[in-house]
């Protein structure tokens, strides 16, 4: 079983839709999470970390974490075609200065 | 403010050569994380440092160090070079790497081995 786990995809959605991306994770001590957005060709870029059970929005961007069913969660409202990329997971290892990723879920906003 | 800077962002190797990268990261930020991307294998962790120190490393064999200098910037080394290392390798910085910092991304460093 990988540690983090995401779909592939691709995902694809409509534009101005809600793009719902999901991960889970195996191990559970963990405390933090997090989403990077990247775009084909360049690096990873923070979009938002959670590390509380529930919701943390951020513009356009919500995060919701469960850790008792050890999914993380991403929505993204009124999704554009420059959010097309693929968005990666990324989980603390506990005891450890160590994140494990997963191997991420592709993004198509359809215009 | 600056970003984290990853140096050269292109190389090309022969099989059996050693490379060396470069990262400085965000000012003020003292952990500094590598990784190697690749298509099949996605985001893999080689190890992470803090004030010159290797706290944690990952699954990678002894041809993968690196080390971290007083001013937080950190460099790696793959010596004896193989086809399979071709990846773009990737520094993040954080502010200590605990698990609640955010880290940050450089824009990688892709090595081609022929």
């Known amino acids: 079983q990988k540690e983090v786990e995401q779909n592939s995809g691709p995902l694809s959605v409509p534009e101005g839709a809600i793009a719902s991306l999901n991960c889970t994770y195996s191990d559970r001590g963990s405390q933090s999470f997090f989403w990077y957005r990247q775009y084909s060709g360049k690096s990873p870029e923070l979009i938002m970390s959670i590390y509380s059970n529930g919701d943390k929005e951020d513009g356009r961007f919500t995060a919701q974490l469960n850790k008792a069913s050890q999914y993380v969660s991403l929505l993204i409202r009124d999704s554009q075609p420059s959010d097309s990329a693929t968005y990666l997971c990324?989980?603390?290892?506990?005891?450890?200065?160590?994140?494990?990723f997963g191997t991420g879920t592709r993004l198509k906003v359809l215009a | 403010k600056a970003g984290v800077t990853q140096t050269p962002r292109y190389l090309i190797k022969t099989r059996g050569q050693q490379v060396t990268l470069s990262c400085s990261p965000i000012s003020g930020h003292r952990s500094v994380s590598w990784y190697q991307q690749t298509p099949g294998q996605g985001l893999q962790f080689l190890f992470e440092y803090f004030s010159e120190t290797q706290r944690n490393k990952g699954n990678f064999p002894g041809r993968f160090s690196g080390r971290q200098f007083s001013n937080s910037r950190s460099e790696m080394n793959v010596s004896t070079l193989e086809l399979g290392d071709s990846a773009l390798y990737l520094c993040?910085?954080?502010?200590?790497?605990?698990?609640?910092?955010?880290?940050?991304f450089g824009q990688g460093t892709r090595l081609t081995v022929v």
């Open positions: 993040a910085s954080s502010l200590s790497g605990t698990g609640n910092t955010e880290a940050f």
């Open positions: 990324a989980v603390n290892v506990p005891g450890t200065y160590k994140y494990i």
